[in-house]
Nanobody, 118 residues
Framework: QVQLVESGGGLVQAGGSLRLSCAAS????????MGWFRQAPGKEREFVAR????????YYADSVKGRFTISRDNAKNTVYLQMNSLKPEDTAVYSC???????????WGQGTQVTVSS
């Protein structure tokens, strides 16, 4: 059973930074691509970033490109999301997810709240 546990959320002022972590357990973490998603109140969940199994490639939503960086440490079974220059519109619950070989995200963490004040 795959378990994903996010941490690092909190309250920050606009322009500030946070680093989210997602610790994985249950199977070979390094074999799978990982993604970060977010969901703001009253809105649908949206894609934020994805990183390949090796960490060699990453992809970002346009809304966070240049401000957020996804990375992973396969030795620690952890994926990170470094968030800089935060904006109030970045306020959301952020969740990590494991991507299967079919492309679907089958396993999800419980999420961590990020609140950016203006």
């Amino acid at each position: 059973q795959v378990q994903l546990v996010e941490s690092g959320g909190g309250l920050v002022q606009a322009g500030g930074s946070l680093r989210l972590s997602c610790a994985a357990s249950g199977r070979t973490f390094s074999a799978y691509a990982m993604g970060w998603f977010r969901q703001a109140p009253g809105k649908e969940r949206e894609f934020v970033a994805r990183i390949s199994w090796s960490g060699g490639s990453a992809y970002y939503a346009d809304s966070v490109k240049g401000r957020f960086t996804i990375s992973r440490d396969n030795a620690k079974n952890t994926v990170y999301l470094q968030m800089n220059s935060l904006k109030p519109e970045d306020t959301a619950v952020y969740s990590c997810a494991e991507q299967s070989s079919s492309g679907r995200y089958n396993y999800w963490g419980q999420g961590t709240q990020v609140t950016v004040s203006s």
